[in-house]
């Protein structure tokens, strides 16, 4: 059912989809030596939920698993980086959405897109904006969160890249390609 805006099933998504992201940035998140910066596998499950369920769906995912994820185990929210997992989220679903993995289809063509998409999204985020933020809302000295969204975004660009791929091509494998149902 859907009323001028989200689907009941997009709106279940967005929460599940939330509370998932909260639970791999928490204890699927692999420490390193960079202050405050993980190799994160929540960007992957944000990639195929964003694929999925489309660029509104994407956002608040980012928006409200990030927030969380960041209040509950951290006691604080750190906006930039909240702000940075929004735009991952949407962008990604937005660029994505002539992907058809409805239809069962994940071929080379398809996964070159979603790859090529999902790192160019995520390098402004992390490369860009997240520094960018970082010295404006919370005066942090540029060398330093340059050096934090740099790591960040690699990490997240090979780990949504490798991840990320095999969940989207795991998803569609559910799917029936269209016209696979033949008459005997």
Not at 9 to 36: E, H, M, Q, W
Not at 41 to 61: C, E, Q
Not at 72 to 89: D, L, N, T
């Amino acid at each position: 059912m859907k009323r001028n805006g989200l689907s009941i099933k997009t709106i279940v998504a967005i929460g599940i989809g939330s509370a998932v992201f909260v639970i791999l940035g928490r204890f699927a998140a692999i420490p390193t030596g960079i202050p405050n910066t993980t190799i994160e596998t929540a960007y992957a499950f944000l990639a195929l939920m964003s694929v999925v369920f489309g660029p509104i769906a994407g956002g608040l995912i980012g928006l409200i698993g990030h927030a969380l994820k960041d209040a509950v185990f951290y006691g604080s929210i750190w906006w930039s980086w909240v702000f940075v997992s929004v735009f991952i989220g949407f962008f990604i679903g937005l660029f994505t959405r002539k992907i058809d993995i409805e239809s069962g289809i994940f071929a080379s063509r398809q996964i070159i897109q979603f790859n090529v998409v999902q790192a160019g999204v995520q390098a402004i985020g992390w490369f860009l904006i997240a520094p960018a933020l970082d010295i404006l809302i919370y005066a942090e000295p540029a060398n330093k969160v340059f050096v934090q969204g740099a790591f960040a975004g690699i990490a997240n660009i090979i780990t949504t890249g490798i991840l990320g791929t095999i969940l989207i091509a795991s998803y569609t494998k559910t799917k029936s390609q269209s016209g696979s149902l033949t008459k005997e």
